[in-house]
């Protein structure tokens, strides 16, 4: 049949606004709940990986027994040394990593006031490597990070909740020019970075590598203390392929098994994985997710089967014109995407506002990410294109004969 | 007709409609249940360990945080406090965390190969005061003191460990762990897999099971000696991260907490069961982004959840527009009318609140034993939540009445 063409399903909805507007924010609700649950899942996932974020590197060397950061796996500095032989490698550093044995007294100079001693983070790099981008670095810091026993210090570390102390950490006021011991060894705060907390520590500290191993290797090793490295930093040739460099480098330092090649955002996922699989996070956000998904499904299924029985007048006239089923059933598949469409732009302006909010009162960044809307939008049009199809069955007992 | 008897009929009659419009109900009731479950396992986690434990008093570290960050003090701080009048017996708890390779598990997809690691809480005691450190009774940590005393002998051989039966599945079932040969096993179809027991990549002794239940802080756990837990850990044997006080018959639990304070130097905190429950569901609901979230998320679900519900209604009175124009016709008031779609609002509520519950005991079964989340229904968190329902459909039942008020008697025909 040759008629113009009508964006049927389009008046079919708007025909009244009001009605719309109110279908739209019902979808739109069940994308805020699937946003804000995913999230807070990210951000949690994201909080415990931040290090390897800010890794300035292409590949990561790593001990393979080593699960996560908490960790104390260590691997030989001399691996990380044959990899310069690669060609397409351009440096590699080694990274030193503490959690247990770093304790940091409390910056308060008065003895009778100060808080307690506490565990922390400690980060150990050769200053003029520049192998972790610490964010919002104090200008001239690792200049200053060379003289020995000097650190620098996390702005973001967990807030204190002592009364007396507003606005501390629980290492007390941090500042650049205080000095605090470190595991009994006297240190000097240079410069500040905002890294943060997660679940395994309260906040960081990055010294020198020859200070961090002064303090927290060499009591405790026999041998050279800067021989066994957490972490192994690789930068690769501008332009060459990470993938393909990694093969190689696997190649040559990893036949005895003993380490490992990643690229950073193999790196990255591994820590996020070891992460979902130990704590409920996953699955408590998860669940959230998917009760958001189904509750919006259902939403749409009772719009687009109302629509259906509202318009079954209509829809019969067409039927007796000699329009086909096929026709009714793309108007209900169209209205199932202006739907989507619909909630999801209001939706996703709520959830950013949510994120906005939701990282001023929990101090863990929720973040949007443009991979992160495409998912959300992805789920939407699958909720409400799935209930489009369960709405089908309805189209298909239109008769024209209710016309009459 | 009453009301009640009309609104009644109506739903009776157009089954599907309220089918439907009580499974949307069911819906936003068991999302609502689902976070206030998980909401309640939080507070669940921070105190799952010291309901198991046995103590009157309790010595931490001034520098405790949660259970999770307990942080440490001398054993000496032991030994002062049992020398306080009223005090029976200061025994000592340790607290840390291994590496735990998951072994082979036999599930409904076949085998799944060893290998995965996963991050296991230990804790470590005395281990021929087991049966004094532990709840011991049915249903506890342990069933009855006889077995504590023989897991316990079981326990003092180094390299021996108890498993948490209720921890999260993919740690590996106890009864499937125990049949693995002390030498290890191939897996079939998997070669070159060894499915063995390891904590810290090394061999250890299962010897038996316990029951505490998971958490936010860990989804499985481990018993050990103290011998075994500082070779695991490498905690100094001179340290400890708890010390359990039990009490005199007869004494005070405030005065002896008062008198220890005295005793003892500020690197220690004394607190009563209460205190430190308290302390630690405050930690856990407040400090916490874990716990903020989900509250987060528990405001969020009952506003999905009433945003849905008002859907339903709207949906479900719209449909019956003709019924109550008709009804209208025939001259009944307002008011009838307005008293038909209440009830018919109270009727949906319960239709949808009793599926919706059956929902989320199931729902609730799977959180619990493959979430790890430790949910559990409560009897005030069923009325609140059946209260909300009936709110929530009241409201747009009252909402949705100004439709049928519009109701025209003219638009029937």
Known sequence: MNVPWVPLAWLNLTHDRVRFALFASGIAFAVVLMSVQLGIMNAMLDSNTIVFQKLNADLVVVNPARPSILFRHTFQRSRLDQTIGVPGVVSAHAIYLEHELGRLRNTDPNPQTRGRTRRLRVIGVDPAAHAIDLPHLDPGSWEKLQTPNTALFDRKARPSLNPRSPGESVYGKLEPGMKTELSGHEMTLVGGFELGFDFGCDGTIVLSDRTFTTILREPYTLGDPMADIDYGVLRLQPGSDPNELKKQVQQVIGREGDVMVMTKAEAIDRERNFWWASTPIGFAFGAGVILGFVVGMVICYQILSSDVADHFAQYATLRAIGYPNRYLSSIVLQESVILALAGYLPGLLVAWGAYAYLTKISAMPLTLTLGRAALVLGLTLVMCVASGFLALNKVKKVDPADVF | ?413
């Not at chain 2, 198991?52 to 309790?58: A, M, Q, T, V, Y």
């Not at chain 2, 990549?201 to 936010?216: A, I, Q, W, Y």
């Not at chain 2, 916490?288 to 859907?311: D, E, M, N, P, R």
């Not at chain 2, 949906?348 to 059956?358: I, N, Q, S």
Request: glycine share 12%; aromatic share 10%; with cysteine.
């Open chain 2, 1 to 413: 007709m009453t009301p009640l008897g009309l609104a009644w009929s109506n739903l009776v009659h157009k089954r599907t409609r309220t089918a439907v419009a009580a499974a949307g109900v069911a819906f936003a009731v068991a999302l609502i249940f689902m976070e206030l479950g998980m909401f309640g396992g939080v507070e669940r986690t921070a105190t799952a360990l010291f309901d198991g434990l046995r103590f009157d008093l309790i010595l931490t570290s001034s520098e405790y945080g949660d259970v999770g960050r307990a942080g440490d003090i001398p054993k000496t701080r032991l030994a002062q406090a049992r020398a306080a009048d009223g005090v029976a017996d200061v025994l000592p708890l340790h607290l840390g965390n291994g590496v735990w390779q998951k072994p082979a598990h036999k599930g409904w997809l076949g085998v799944s190969p060893p290998g995965n690691v996963g991050s296991i809480g230990m804790i470590g005691v005395p281990p021929d005061r087991v049966a004094d450190v532990f709840a011991v009774d049915q249903g506890r940590v342990f069933h009855s003191r006889a077995e504590a005393e023989r897991l316990g002998q079981a326990l003092a051989r180094q390299g021996a460990i108890l498993f948490d039966r209720q921890s999260k599945p993919d740690f590996g079932s106890l009864e499937e762990m125990m049949a693995v040969p002390p030498g290890g096993e191939d897996v079939p179809g998997y070669p070159g897999f060894r499915n063995a027991i390891r904590l810290n990549d090394r061999r250890v002794d299962l010897v038996g099971g316990f029951n505490l239940g998971s958490g936010f802080s860990w989804n499985g756990m481990l018993m050990t000696s103290e011998e075994t837990f500082a070779d695991f850990t490498g905690m100094p044997r001179d340290r400890a991260n708890f010390g359990l006080i039990t009490l005199k018959p007869g004494a005070k639990a405030t005065e002896v907490q008062a008198q220890l304070k005295r005793l003892l130097p500020p690197d220690v905190h004394v607190r009563t069961r209460q205190e430190i429950v308290d302390h630690e569901e405050r930690y856990w609901m407040q400090l916490t982004s874990v716990g903020q979230f989900l509250g987060v998320a528990v405001a969020l679900a009952i506003v999905v959840g009433a945003i849905f519900v008002y859907q339903m209604m709207a949906a479900d009175i719209r449909g019956m527009l003709p019924e109550y124009a008709t009804v209208k016709a025939l001259g009944y008031r307002p008011l009838y009318l307005t008293g038909v779609v209440l009830w018919q609002s109270v009727l949906l509520a319960v239709f949808g609140y009793a599926p919706g519950l059956v929902a989320s005991f199931a729902l609730y079964y799977i959180t619990r034993n493959f979430g790890g989340i430790p949910t559990e229904m409560t009897f005030e968190r069923t009325v609140i939540v059946l209260l909300m329902t009936c709110g929530m459909c009241l409201a747009s039942g009252t909402l949705a009445i100004r439709k049928v008020h519009a109701a025209e008697p003219a638009d029937l025909f």
